[in-house]
C-alpha cells in the first residue's frame, strides 16, 4: 500500500498544465481543468445503507494554489481514517458548519456570563424585588466584566483578583457583594458540571481571597452616615421649618426609625390611626415578615399633617402621586446643606441614643428597628412581637427629637 501512496511531487504539481487528473495515490487526485486551474480531489468507496452495494464518492479538498500537496495529503489521510471507523468524510464536512455551531452554542453556554444569566433566572422567583434582582445584574455585568466572555473553567484566582481590587479599599461593601456573587456564580457552574467537583471556587474567601486582600475589618465599613444623636433635636428643628413632602417623610422615617424604602411605600391601609399602629406587609420588609410599628404621638402628628387618609393611596406620594425616589432626600439634605447625612443612618442614630442613653432592653431595641434574631434558640422562645415594651421605646425616642422636649446636649437615663 505504502507504494501505492505519494506518486506526486511539489515540482510535478506545479508543472502540470495539461487538463487531466492525476494520482497520488489512497484516493487522492489533482485535477487539471482546461484553464489550467487545479484542485485536488479525494475519491473514496461507501455504503449508503448497510446492505446497499459500495458507492464511488468524489469530495473537493480545495484548490492546489492555498492548499499545498503535503497539506493535501495530511486531509487525505484524516478521510481514510474517518472511512475505516466507518464514517463519510462528505457527510462529515457537510454537517461541518452545524456542529461548528452548536460547539459555539456549548461555549457560549460555559461562559460566565451564561452561567450568570442561566443562575439568576432560576433565583428570579425568589427575588425579594425587581431591585434586588437589578443589582444582581448590574454589579455582575459592571465589576465582573472581565470575566463575562471567559470560559468558568477558566476563570482563575488571578482573574477574579483583577475584578476585586479596582474597588476593594475604595468601595467595600460593593467588593464584597461582587465577591460573594463571582462565587455563586462559579458554584453554579460546578454544580451544572461545567467545572470539576474536585475544584476549589477560586472567588471563595476563608482561607484563599482572605490571604490575598485587606481584612475587611481593615477598611472603612461603607455604614450609611449618621447623625450624632445628641444633634437630633436641632436637626428636627431645621426640618419642620420646610413644608416639603420630602421633609415630613424624613420626619416620620426618623420618628419610627423605619427604613426609607418602607415609608416612601407606605399607603393609607397600612396604617390605623386610632390603634396608633402601622402595619408594613411581609412583601415590603426585608426579613420577608410583617411588621407592626408603634406610632408616637409625634409620628401621629406627622400622619395628620400628610393629609386626609385615602384608601390605597400612599400617605408621602410625589407630584405625580407614586410613590417618592429615595433620590428626594439627597436632594432635601443638599438644600438643607446637611453632609454626611443619610435617611438610613438615623436608625443608626436611634441605635446608638438607645444603646447609650437608655436601659431599654437591647432585643426590644432591635425589634424596633425590625431586626430578625439571630440566635435560634431566642428566637423560638420569643414569639410576641413586644408591641407595648417598643410603643415605649418609640416615645422615648420622641421626646428625645421633639425640640420642645429634649434640646439639651446630654439626656436622662430612661427607666424602663
Known sequence: M????????????AGHAVKGRYA?????????????????????QVKAEADAPLKRVEMGLGGAKKISLAAARELATQHRAMIAAGLNPLEMKRAAPARAQSDK????????????????????AGWRNDKHRAQ??????????????????????EHVLSCLQPIWTTKPETAA?????????LNAARARGLTPEDRANPARWRGHLDHLLPKRSKLSRGHHLALPWRDLPAFMLRLREREAVAARALEFIILTAARSGEVRGMTWDEVDVSQAVW?????????????????????LAVLKMAGEPQPGAFV??????????????KAL???????????????????????DATNFAREDIEAALAHTIGNKAEAAYRRGDAFDKRHKIMEAWADHCEPAVQCRDTVATLKT
Open 2 to 13: 505504502a507504494g501505492g501512496l505519494n506518486k506526486l511531487t511539489a515540482r510535478g504539481v
Open 24 to 44: 497520488d495515490g489512497g484516493g487522492l487526485y489533482l485535477q487539471v481543468d482546461a484553464n489550467g486551474g487545479k484542485q485536488w480531489i479525494f475519491r473514496f
Open 105 to 124: 452554542m456549548a461555549k457560549q453556554g460555559r461562559s460566565f456570563e451564561a452561567v450568570a444569566s442561566a443562575m439568576l433566572a432560576t433565583k428570579d
Open 136 to 157: 444582581w445584574r448590574s454589579t455582575l455585568s459592571t465589576y465582573a466584566a472581565p470575566l463575562s466572555a471567559m470560559d468558568v473553567g477558566d476563570v482563575k484566582t
Open 177 to 185: 457583594r461582587v465577591r460573594g456573587r463571582i462565587e455563586a456564580v
Open 279 to 299: 402595619v408594613v406587609p411581609a412583601e415590603r420588609m426585608k426579613a420577608s415578615k410583617e411588621h407592626r410599628v408603634p406610632l408616637s404621638r409625634s409620628a
Open 316 to 329: 408621602f406620594p410625589n407630584d405625580k402621586g407614586r410613590a417618592m425616589s429615595d433620590m428626594v432626600f
Open 333 to 355: 439634605f443638599d438644600r438643607m446643606s446637611a453632609t454626611g447625612v443619610t435617611a438610613h443612618g438615623f436608625r443608626s442614630s436611634f441605635r446608638d441614643w438607645a444603646g
